[in-house]
């Protein structure tokens, strides 16, 4: 596990943030594809000194990214498993997260405390996919001492967005 340092995400350094900052993180977190003119006119600023405003939150690293949201149902994987994982003590650091991250359905893969030293999350179409996923591209991997498996059976809290941390507010999800 002491090689896990060299592949752990290390924490960024706080980025100071004025309104004009927060009220454009929170304008692109409810629609990322947003222009840089509709931007402007909500800040009350030109649209050149708002690209230069993003532009620099993304070079300080606090925007990474523009994502899609995938309902994983309609792309054919509505299945969700948590495998968490031991690893022994004189396993190969490298080549077991060589062979996760080789593993398409691997959504997640985070380092923790406790009796575990990982957690996996993977997409999965049904129950025989599962089955393969373990006996073929899991269990077969060198250095696993332990693994469970955990099948969700539905999302109650969905993962908070970074609008709802600068917003201070919480979402409301339908009651099924």
């Known amino acids: 596990m002491s090689k896990m340092t060299s592949e752990v995400e290390k924490p960024h350094a706080v980025v100071d943030l004025d309104e ?15 222009s840089q003119r509709q931007l402007a006119r909500e800040v009350g600023m030109s649209p050149p000194a708002v690209g230069e405003r993003i532009a620099r939150l993304e070079r300080q690293g606090l925007i990474r990214g523009y994502t899609t949201v995938v309902d994983w ?24 997260l060589r062979e996760l991250r080789d593993i398409a359905e691997l959504t997640e893969l985070v ?10 999350r993977f997409r999965i179409k049904d129950h025989a996919h599962l089955q393969a996923l ?19 059976l539905g ?20 009651a099924d």
């Open 20 to 34: 004009i900052d927060r009220r454009l993180l929170v304008l692109l977190c409810e629609d990322p594809r947003v």
């Open 111 to 120: 380092v923790v405390t406790g009796s575990y030293d990982m957690i996996a």
């Open 134 to 152: 373990l006996l073929d591209r899991i269990w077969p991997i060198r250095g696993l001492q332990r693994i469970e498996t955990f099948l969700s």
């Open 73 to 96: 149902s309609a792309l054919g994987y509505p299945g969700l498993v948590y495998i968490p994982i031991t690893l022994a003590t004189d396993a190969d650091l490298g080549e077991i």
């Open 155 to 174: 999302e109650v809290v969905r993962e908070r967005t970074a609008f709802d941390l600068l917003t201070g507010t919480t979402p409301h999800y339908p």
